[in-house]
């Protein structure tokens, strides 16, 4: 008997591969999306009731935050590229998986943290609170909130819980 190998696109094979790492991030996003977005509302008195505010803001906090934070994660993926060899090889592997702050990839790490936590916010601020409060310190109270609570799930508690 004899195997075909077809044309698949090797990036299709990452994503199979990743495919849990990546399910379980997006639910923990949402997770914590969910209860940071639940304590701004109680946190900072808003006008509409639960209901309304947590319906139309969650999708739209969830997904800037995933496509943030896998811009960050990106960030990070393609610092791999450098080109390190021998000890930092390895110390880049060990920082993806389970050791962010080792002293070396400290560096890497914390940029990642700062580009996803700068789009978290341009993009909470702007694109999703902005028609629904008009009021610029509570938005801004509120989407500093969500970035300082939110960004570091990415790079440090999946992380730390997944292996």
Known sequence: MEAEVYAIPLWLFALIGMAPSIIISMIGHFMIDSLVLAGCYYLY???LSFTIFYKKHIFRVWLWGVLANAIGIFYFY??????FIGPL?????RALDYQPFLH???VFVCFAMFLSAVLVFVSTYFFTFRGTIPDKKTRLMITATITLLTVPWTFLTYRMLAF
């Open 45 to 47: 008195k808003q006008r």
């Open 78 to 83: 393609l610092s791999k590229s450098i080109g």
């Open 104 to 106: 070396q990839m400290f």
């Open 89 to 93: 090889q390895d110390q880049w592997d």
